[in-house]
């Protein structure tokens, strides 16, 4: 009898004890949840590089979204006090924020490039890897003591990019393309894939504001040819609304939430899967 009265005590004690563990552990998570910063980064693919450098040592939010046109759209403001990631001040001003202002953190000065062709930044790989290494400079300012981990990471990011376009070109190498992308184009060049882009003369004239039946021939030549029309959510709605085909690809705007190789590899995989299939 006293030996089952001491094993149950025993039991009681454990679970007991068990619980108290487990309740420290989940308050100590609380705590250093709480205590990581969060930091707003002005693009999602901005936002998207910074994760994947600093890990978990601190949390990056996207002030903006893509919606399905391509368009970056500010659903919230930036919070008071809080820290903005910018590509320069023309960036930053979307959101309020002026040059010298506290809290922002420019990776240039002034960025020249024009507003329409900002957006390929995020597919070009010759330029990234000089992104990725401002984005360490910047992200070294918002948190010193971890400068190793990120230089480690800075270099993982550049042999992710590096591995991912290698995929491409084991995917799609041989595909035909016309390609009619308002942004992934430099990212399909870097998997060596066979596109014919139309000259920027004919690009400006299809753009604008008179019809012309060029694009129409464009498209049912690459027809004949057996090549796939490729578009993506950056392509002006002046193309993108008068190509009809059934051999059309429509690379999507990623979630502000996306991983950022995860996209640029389904990129590849989209344009193998529809090519494999017909």
Not at 219 to 244: C, F, H, N
Request: neutral net charge.
């Amino acid at each position: 009898m006293a030996a089952g009265t001491s094993r149950l005590f025993r039991e009681r004690m454990y679970r007991v004890i068990l619980s108290a563990a487990l309740l420290c552990i989940f308050a100590e998570t609380q705590c250093r949840a709480a205590e990581i910063p969060s930091v707003y980064a002005s693009q999602p693919w901005l936002a998207g590089m910074a994760r994947f450098i600093v890990g978990t040592t601190m949390r990056i939010v996207s002030a903006s979204v893509w919606n399905s046109s391509g368009t970056l759209r500010v659903p919230r403001r930036v919070p008071q006090g809080a820290s903005l990631i910018a590509l320069d001040p023309a960036d930053a001003g979307r959101f309020g924020f002026a040059a010298g202002q506290p809290g922002l953190h420019l990776l240039y000065d002034n960025l020249p490039i024009e507003e329409s062709k900002r957006g390929a930044l995020q597919f070009n790989p010759s330029v990234l890897p000089f992104l990725s290494q401002r984005m360490l400079i910047v992200l070294c300012e918002l948190s010193p003591d971890n400068y190793s981990f990120y230089q480690r990471r800075l270099a993982e990011f550049q042999s992710r990019l590096e591995s991912t376009a290698e995929v491409g070109r084991s995917l799609i190498f041989d595909v035909p393309i016309l390609d009619l992308a308002g942004s992934v184009s430099p990212w399909l060049m870097a998997a060596g894939a066979k596109t014919v882009r139309p000259p920027d003369l004919l690009w400006n004239a299809w753009t604008g504001n008179t019809r012309t039946p060029d694009l129409a021939l464009a498209v049912k030549e690459a027809e004949s040819r057996g090549w796939w029309i490729l578009m993506d959510a950056w392509t002006p709605p002046q193309i993108r609304s008068r190509v009809t085909s059934g051999r059309n690809i429509i690379i999507n705007a990623p979630d502000s939430d996306r991983d950022f190789f995860e996209y640029l590899h389904d990129i590849y995989l989209q344009i193998w899967s529809a090519a494999v299939a017909n």
